[in-house]
Nanobody
Framework: EVQLVESGGGLVQAGGSLRLSCVAS????????IGWFRQAPGKEREGVSC???????FHTDSAKGRFTISSDYAKNTVYLQMNSLRPEDTAVYFC?????????????WGQGTQVTVSS
């Protein structure tokens, strides 16, 4: 069973940084890609960043230049380094797995980690 646990969220001032972690278990890390998503109050969940098995990455326009996604296979962990945070980045952040970054069968949703950016 795919299990993902997110952590690293918190309260930060605009312009600050946070590093989120997604620890994976219950599956072969190499068989999937891991993506980060977020959901702000009253809004639909949206994709943020994704990392492929070959290390290539994808980011939404709002994340480009500010967020970096990376993976540590030894720790079965994917990180999301978020810099230059803005109040509009405030959301619950989740990670999930699929077979490719453009997939639509994401699974393994955890409880997420809250990111709050104050102005």
């Amino acid at each position: 069973e795919v299990q993902l646990v997110e952590s690293g969220g918190g309260l930060v001032q605009a312009g600050g940084s946070l590093r989120l972690s997604c620890v994976a278990s219950g599956f072969t890390f190499d068989d999937y890609v891991i993506g980060w998503f977020r959901q702000a109050p009253g809004k639909e969940r949206e994709g943020v960043s994704c990392i492929n098995r070959d290390g290539s990455t994808f980011h939404t326009d709002s994340a480009k230049g500010r967020f970096t996604i990376s993976s540590d296979y030894a720790k079965n962990t994917v990180y999301l380094q978020m810099n230059s945070l803005r109040p509009e980045d405030t959301a619950v952040y989740f990670c999930a797995v699929d077979t490719h970054c453009s997939g639509y069968k994401w699974k393994g949703w955890g409880q997420g980690t809250q990111v709050t950016v104050s102005s």
